[in-house]
């Protein structure tokens, strides 16, 4: 908008100058024309009667040495011509034959001059002053280029000082836009108004009242969904431990059927525990004011994962030998997005396969399983919200979109390799955590 907005006011700033310019140059041309010929027509009326006054009085001798051409650079050149039109005086920078002009009072014009004739009242005595063309030529060439040139010059300069004016008027038309571009899920404060210019008022409180309208709707959404999750937990905990006893208790040839049901509800209990996390990871945590050490929440779901029937002896957690791993995360946070990490590298990888974690020195964590590759294609989709791969295990295809969100709430970044490097199988999904302050 902003380049539009110079070029149409340059080019019409440009345009309007040069018409404007090039009428300036005709209307001078028109009013050099009138004064020259009047300056002429005063030179003529004037030099006229000392010129036949003078003839008059001298001697025929005396007369000749005055028609005798003069020294020096002159403007207007003149003839005093009798009536059958021999030259009697002229000066020295006109010719001895007489200008090609009809002796009658007046202007008139030849190819290189413009002459004025003037004939004394006993019509003995004409005098012709010429003016030459190529005067006026110049005077008008000099006058133009006078005008032109400033405007030459202007335009460059018009082009910078039309930029500067533009940029600073729609510097708040930039705040806004700013702004609004860092709206988000996480990010629904309304616009400051405040330093807007009154044009921009309406779009800034139309905005206000449908971040609030969004603001409303999400929070809507996510109390329904936390509020689901969590209230779900116990009944599900209930029925599958119900269904647990009830294995127990009946024909075994009724065994399979309670298997699937155990099934589901362990699916749908891991469903809800991810609802609710994605939930808690949408509301906002992620970042920390205090500098937080990690190592601890590390060890942690590490150990609980290890307890577990999936992780049991298959998780080998490489430490750093130069200490703590300090940043400004949120330990809760932090603590989703490694058991996310760990659950998806034992759930997609071969039983009893290993899966490695290493703490790096600058500040990286990668999480790297045996499974199988997978596609390059589908790689950049996987954290997508219920995307899975081409895989037959159980899961709810939440575990890495919940990672990608609380790792850009963290200022972290997500990585995700197939095969993992330097290996010819396998799957790596490496956290770098934003630097210290």
């Known amino acids: 908008m902003t380049r ?248 075994p040839h009724l065994a399979p059927r309670v298997d699937q049901i155990e099934l589901s509800l362990s699916n749908l209990a891991q469903l809800s525990e991810k609802l609710l996390q994605m939930s808690r990871a949408e509301a906002g945590i992620g970042i920390s004011d205090t500098i937080v050490d990690l190592l601890p929440v590390l060890e942690l779901v590490v150990e609980d994962m290890s307890r577990s029937e999936l992780g049991a002896g298959r998780i080998h957690l490489h430490l750093p030998e130069d200490g703590p791993l300090k940043a400004k995360v949120d330990p809760d946070a932090f603590g989703i997005v490694i058991r996310n990490l760990l659950e998806n590298a034992l759930t997609h990888s071969p039983e009893d396969s290993p899966v490695d974690i290493y703490v790096d020195r600058n500040r990286s964590i990668r999480i790297v399983n045996d499974g199988t590759p997978v596609d390059p294609a589908l790689l950049p989709k996987l954290t997508t919200r219920f995307m899975r791969g081409q895989t037959q295990a159980s899961g709810s295809g939440l575990g890495l979109a919940i990672v990608d969100n609380l790792a850009k709430r963290m200022n972290a970044s997500l990585t995700l390799s197939s095969p993992a490097p330097g290996q010819e199988q396998g799957f790596e999904a490496k956290i770098d955590l934003p630097k210290q302050a």
């Open 4 to 251: 539009r907005m110079v070029l149409a006011l340059v080019s019409v700033l440009a345009i309007s100058w040069m018409v404007a310019s090039a009428l300036g140059v005709m209307v001078m041309e028109e009013e050099f024309a009138e004064i020259f010929d009047s300056g002429v027509q005063e030179t003529a009326d004037r030099l006229l009667p000392l010129v036949a006054e003078d003839l008059r009085e001298r001697s025929p001798e005396a007369q000749r040495r005055l028609g005798q051409p003069t020294t020096g650079s002159e403007y207007l050149t003149y003839q005093v011509r009798d009536r059958d039109g021999a030259v009697l005086l002229h000066s020295h920078e006109s010719a001895r034959e007489g200008f090609d002009v009809p002796l009658r009072p007046g202007f008139a014009d030849t190819d290189t001059q413009r002459i004025y004739t003037v004939v004394t009242p006993e019509g003995d005595l004409y005098l012709q002053v010429a003016d030459a063309f190529a005067n006026r030529r110049e005077a008008i060439e000099e006058a133009s280029t006078a005008l032109i040139l400033p405007v030459l010059v202007l335009i460059p300069a018009s082009i910078i000082a039309v930029i500067l004016v533009i940029r600073r008027t729609l510097v708040p038309i930039q705040t806004l836009r700013d702004d609004i571009a860092r709206k988000d899920g996480g990010n629904l404060a309304p616009v400051d108004s405040g330093c807007l210019p009154t044009e921009l008022d309406p779009i800034a409180r139309s905005v206000n009242l449908l971040l609030e309208r969004l603001r409303s709707a999400l929070e809507a959404e996510r109390s329904f969904a936390s509020n689901s999750a969590h209230e779900l937990r116990t009944p599900i905990a209930g029925a599958l431990a119900q269904a647990q006893r009830l294995k127990a208790d009946i024909p």
